[in-house]
């Protein structure tokens, strides 16, 4: 005849395994959804890093190829002098050359005296202004000049 301390302990044990299967079962089911979830979205990474590298490729390629011929891909560089050699041949005030590029015409002196330089995005404005006659710049600055005045009167 099995001792009642036996029994106690076996009972005891199998509602507590039984008991702690319950609390498990929903974790280890949480936990290999994670997983799967996981290695989804480790799939999907790797995809988009593939489209992206040769969306990469493609269009350097396509960049080398649409330079014109006497184009260069060097950098431009960027001289006090021939700002300032630029703005008087297009005979404009430090405001109105300003206007044009977008900055303060405090910015334009500073350009000129060598006591700033002006950013990627500006350099790139300052390119685009060599190719501008003093007709076509006069005009661009009466236009934008026109356009503040209308926006100030709207704001009235």
């Known amino acids: 005849m099995p001792n009642i301390g036996t029994v106690l302990r076996e009972e005891i044990s199998r509602v507590a395994l039984r008991t702690s299967r319950g609390a498990i079962h929903p974790t280890r089911k949480a936990t290999a959804q994670h997983r799967r979830a996981i290695a989804?979205?480790?799939?999907?990474?790797?995809h988009l890093e593939r489209q992206v590298s040769a969306?990469?490729?493609?269009?350097?390629?396509?960049?080398?190829?649409?330079?014109?011929?006497?184009?260069?891909?060097?950098?431009?560089?960027?001289?006090?002098?021939?700002?300032?050699?630029?703005?008087k041949r297009l005979g404009?005030?430090?405001?109105?050359?300003?206007?044009?590029?977008?900055?303060?015409?405090?910015?334009?002196?500073?350009?000129?005296?060598?006591?700033?330089?002006?950013?990627?995005?500006?350099?790139?404005?300052?390119?685009?202004?060599?190719a501008l006659g003093k007709r076509e710049a006069r005009e661009r600055v009466t236009e934008q000049v026109g356009t503040k005045v209308k926006a100030r009167r709207r704001r009235s």
Do not use: C, H, M
Not at 40 to 46: E, G, H, S, T, Y
Not at 101 to 121: D, F, K, L, M, T
């Open 92 to 130: 404009l005030s430090a405001a109105d050359f300003g206007r044009l590029v977008g900055v303060s015409s405090q910015s334009i002196y500073n350009w000129e005296q060598e006591s700033a330089r002006p950013r990627e995005e500006q350099i790139a404005k300052l390119v685009e202004l060599r």
């Open 40 to 46: 989804l979205l480790k799939r999907q990474v790797a």
């Open 55 to 87: 969306l990469t490729r493609k269009a350097s390629g396509s960049a080398e190829r649409a330079l014109p011929a006497g184009a260069s891909a060097k950098p431009v560089r960027f001289a006090a002098k021939g700002l300032r050699a630029q703005r």
